[in-house]
């Protein structure tokens, strides 16, 4: 069990840049994986990256989507009861609802079926 909630969405200009929380609270497992999607309407949920403390890849607890790395970067508190997602030089196309997921152990999947604890969303809108 785990309680997500995303909060920081808004409107944002075009070369903008935005953070999204993502408070992890109720959790009753440990380690833990949290992730960031994102849904655009009428297409399907994108995998932007995860972090876990338990993953240690090239010295970064995080990895990424190869088209979002970059712009997109995510770091967590060291109790991982927040992590953010900090977007930069946003682009209209960015304009989705940005949910954070979460999935037990240290989890290194870009699929959305490997995580089982999902927020409600926070929509992020691009646009002048």
């Known amino acids: 069990q785990v309680r997500l909630v995303e909060s920081g969405g808004g409107l944002v200009q075009p070369g903008g840049s935005l953070r999204l929380s993502c408070a992890v609270s109720e959790r009753t497992f440990s380690p833990i994986t949290v992730a960031w999607f994102r849904q655009a309407p009428g297409k399907e949920r994108q995998f932007i990256g995860a972090?876990?403390?338990?993953?240690?890849?090239?010295?970064?607890?995080?990895y990424y989507a190869e088209s979002l790395k970059g712009r997109f970067s995510i770091s967590g508190s060291g109790a991982e009861d927040t992590v953010w997602l900090q977007m930069s030089t946003l682009k209209p196309e960015d304009t989705a609802t940005y949910y954070c997921a979460a999935a037990r152990g240290a989890v290194v999947s870009t699929a959305r079926t490997s995580y089982n604890y999902w927020g409600q969303g926070t929509l992020v809108t691009v646009s002048s």
């Open positions: 972090f876990s403390e338990n993953i240690n890849l090239n010295n970064d607890h995080a």
